[in-house]
């Protein structure tokens, strides 16, 4: 499998870039999903010209449009910074990138809740880096976490499921553009939209329908935000449970009383969050290979990311 290119805060690397010369290594990110991922390390401050070691920094003023200022001598470094940034987003529009991953925290990299120092010199946690935000600025459709963020089960699963959706549908784009290729992949990840969003499932099975009458540039690029929209909304228990019991109901000629039981069992415990999502999607996925059933064999629902990664035993 061709890796997926991610962008990456340098110092979650182990590159030894941050203010005193240390990293901040994420052994997850390196060893674990590094197995799927080609990184592209982007690390603000040394790439706009800073040395290792260097003065701390922090933001200032306005958490909406604060200043990045060395923490000692007070140098205010926010158009270097913005200038080199406005620069750097364009250059990495070439990198084919899936996603970044940031620094958490930082004023630089931080993508939310990074700590502006108000006019009395109190932190207040409501900024996003500099580089950040005009990273997500330029890449709005992007998939963006931070490596923090990252350790919570949920919000690791959904990103990495936007970030393998996201390369499945520039594959997509690859093959070139036309209604038909489209009405695939729409057809293919119909079950994972309905995970997130039943509204937008609603929505984009409107909008594939129409097809024919919407020019394809204005098809397509609706589609997306359209997806990126409903990927960015949280598959819960409820809406996972809402999936797994229409799957079942491909199965009512197939399945015996008790099986049909069990499988309503499973997706019970599931719903009240006593075992993981991993356990029935185990059993359905046997009775779409046991009967062959062809709709539910071609949903990327049933397996959107590596098993290795090991994502749904958590979630
Ligand atoms: S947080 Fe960002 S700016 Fe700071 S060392 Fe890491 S990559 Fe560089």
């Known amino acids: ?103 958490s925290n930082s ?37 963006v976490e931070d490596e923090g963020r990252l350790h919570d089960p949920e919000l690791r699963e959904n990103f990495i499921e936007r970030i393998f959706t996201l390369k499945r549908w520039r594959e997509t784009l690859a093959h070139g553009r036309s209604r038909g290729n489209l009405v695939v992949f729409h057809t293919r990840h119909k079950l994972l939209i309905l995970s997130h969003s039943p509204k937008h499932y609603q929505v984009m099975g409107k909008w594939v329908a129409q097809a024919k009458d919407v020019p394809l540039k204005e098809f397509y690029q609706n589609y997306q935000v359209l997806l990126t929209e409903a990927l960015n909304l949280k598959a819960t228990p409820k809406k996972n449970s809402n999936v797994l019991s229409h799957m079942m109901g491909y199965f009512k000629e197939q399945l015996s009383s008790d099986e049909k039981q069990e499988l309503l069992e499973v997706i019970d415990h599931y719903r009240q969050e006593f075992i993981p999502l991993v356990v029935p999607i185990t059993l359905i996925g046997h009775y779409v290979r046991k009967y062959d059933q062809p709709y539910l064999k071609e949903q990327v629902y049933l397996n959107p990311h590596p098993v290795e990664l090991q994502l749904r035993n958590h979630v």
């Open 107 to 143: 004023p630089s990299s931080g993508m939310e809740r990074v700590r502006v120092y108000n006019e009395k010199g109190l932190p207040v946690k409501s900024g996003v880096g500099i580089f950040a935000r005009i990273f997500m600025e330029h890449f709005s459709l992007l998939p």
């Open 1 to 103: 499998m061709e890796k997926i290119r991610l962008g990456i805060s340098t110092c979650l690397l182990g590159e030894p870039v941050r203010y005193d010369g240390g990293h901040k290594l994420d052994r997850f990110l390196t060893e674990t999903l590094g197995q799927y991922v080609e990184y592209v390390p982007v690390c603000p401050e040394v790439e706009c010209g800073l040395p290792v070691p260097r003065e701390s920094m922090h933001l200032e003023g306005d958490s909406e449009a604060p200043r990045l200022v060395t923490s000692r001598t007070k140098q205010d470094m926010t158009a270097r910074m913005v200038e080199w940034a406005g620069e750097r987003v364009i250059a990495l529009e070439q990198e084919g990138l899936c996603g970044f991953i940031f620094k």
